[in-house]
């Protein structure tokens, strides 16, 4: 940006809106206060931030809402590509939609500015290589795929490459289960079911880390702490398994904060007329025990906490 864009920027007086699928983890925290820290530089009001809870439902009702503020840019990562379509493209009529992670079906170039995500297709890469690299050596290890089930397009996408990845780079696994959850409560069955009727199954892979937390109590409740775990997005709690090497024993994350930057850059662009970029993809983290600490700080953007830290100490 020149000193002249970013004038005219702070001039405009610009109204800004985040509409989010869900909160309560860090992923959300980080991408927020990228976004909000980022268009404070330039002057640009956050005048509305919903959380649907992960539900589409809800999401078209918050967008309503939000419709009524008229603001002149509405950030969001849709619940389900398909029932918030309308509402979405109802909204682009009247703001520029900036979108995280995936577009709504039916959308076309012209029916909003930009979408920003991590590169799913190298975050599904991570994970399944982090897998196929564990067991390298073994003769025949058996997996089950725990993915989302929801019509999201980050997600399958990153199902889809990790899925590949095993099939062509790692013969040695094969794939006895495949499950797709909607909510992510339904992880706890879904893994609970699997291991009953695959008890030889030694890895599994899930979508992101809340799903993994529920994958993770049914195991401890079945005995089966050996199996390993391959999944995403770092935060405390799924570190902490990570660490204590339970489990966990590696996955690929997002960078929130610097995704949130590139959303908030993208808004501006497009406030000034600026709409020739139409994806951005941010590169994932590779996140295993032996560079958890630079890792945590570099996405985190905060130090190791204590309760984590302590157990490098030992």
């Not at 909000?36 to 009001?45: A, D, N, S």
Request: include cysteine; aromatic fraction near 10%.
């Amino acid at each position: 940006f020149t000193e002249e864009e970013k004038e005219k920027i702070r001039e405009g007086d610009f109204k800004v809106a985040i509409s989010f699928h869900y909160g309560g983890t860090a992923w959300k925290t980080l991408h927020e206060n990228g976004i909000r820290e980022t268009l404070e530089k330039f002057g640009i009001t956050v005048v509305a931030v919903t959380d649907a809870h992960f539900d589409p439902y809800l999401q078209v009702t918050q967008l309503e809402g939000i419709s009524m503020q008229r603001p002149d840019a509405v950030i969001a990562i849709p619940c389900d590509d398909t029932i918030t379509a309308p509402v979405f493209k109802k909204l682009s009529k009247k703001a520029k939609l900036i979108f995280m992670s995936n577009v709504p079906t039916g959308f076309e170039a012209k029916d909003y500015i930009t979408c920003v995500s991590v590169n799913e297709r190298e975050n599904g890469r991570i994970a399944a290589s982090l897998m196929g690299e564990y067991f390298k050596g073994r003769h025949h290890v058996k997996a089950g795929f725990i993915k989302h089930g929801a019509a999201f397009y980050g997600t399958y996408l990153r199902d889809m490459v990790a899925t590949q990845v095993i099939c062509e780079n790692y013969p040695n696994i094969e794939i006895v289960a495949v499950s797709n959850f909607l909510n992510i409560d339904d992880a706890y069955r879904i893994c609970r079911d699997m291991m009953k009727t695959h008890p030889d199954i030694e890895a599994l892979y899930i979508c992101w880390d809340r799903p993994a937390l529920q994958a993770i109590r049914a195991l401890k409740e079945l005995g089966r702490e050996d199996v390993a775990i391959f999944t995403y997005d770092l935060d405390e709690e799924i570190g902490e398994y990570l660490v204590q090497e339970k489990m966990v024993k590696g996955m690929g994350t997002q960078r929130p904060y610097e995704q949130g930057v590139a959303v908030a850059l993208a808004t501006a662009k497009a406030l000034l007329g600026n709409t020739q970029y139409k994806y951005v993809g941010v590169s994932p983290y590779t996140v295993q025990k032996n560079n958890f600490v630079r890792a945590w700080k570099e996405i985190m953007h905060e130090p190791v906490p204590k309760k984590l830290i302590n157990f490098f100490d030992k």
